[in-house]
């Protein structure tokens, strides 16, 4: 079993930055899939970055964010800059194992952090 718990989002002008953090523990992540999805009012979560350690990209993100993580702390990170309001919604992080790095099903959810952007 891997907890994942988030935390970093808040609220932040368009043009802003924000760091997410997830921190894991359970399982040591580095034999573990990384990514980050997010969650906007009314509509259906969407992958946003993940960390295998090569690294991949929504596209409506890209240049913008940037994920990376530290094996030795159990933790994640998504750098988030020249935040937009459509950037706004909830931010989960979630783990596989890197034997389903190809799958398209993720095996554990953190419970999610708030980042709204203001117009």
């Known amino acids: 079993q891997v907890q994942l718990v988030e935390s970093g989002g808040g609220l932040v002008q368009a043009g802003g930055s924000l760091r997410l953090s997830c921190v894991a523990s359970?399982?040591?992540?580095?034999?573990?899939?990384m990514g980050w999805f997010r969650q906007a009012p009314g509509k259906e979560r969407e992958f946003v970055a993940a960390?295998?350690?090569?690294?991949s990209y929504a596209d409506s993100v890209k240049g913008r964010f940037t994920i990376s993580r530290d094996n030795a702390k159990n933790t994640v990170y998504l750098q988030m800059n020249s935040l937009k309001p459509e950037d706004t919604a909830i931010y989960y992080c979630?783990?596989?194992?890197?034997?389903?790095?190809?799958?398209?099903?993720?095996?554990?959810w953190g419970q999610g952090t708030q980042v709204t952007v203001s117009s």
């Open positions: 979630a783990s596989k194992t890197i034997f389903k790095s190809n799958s398209p099903s993720w095996d554990y």
């Open positions: 359970g399982r040591t992540i580095s034999s573990y899939v």
């Open positions: 960390h295998l350690p090569s690294t």
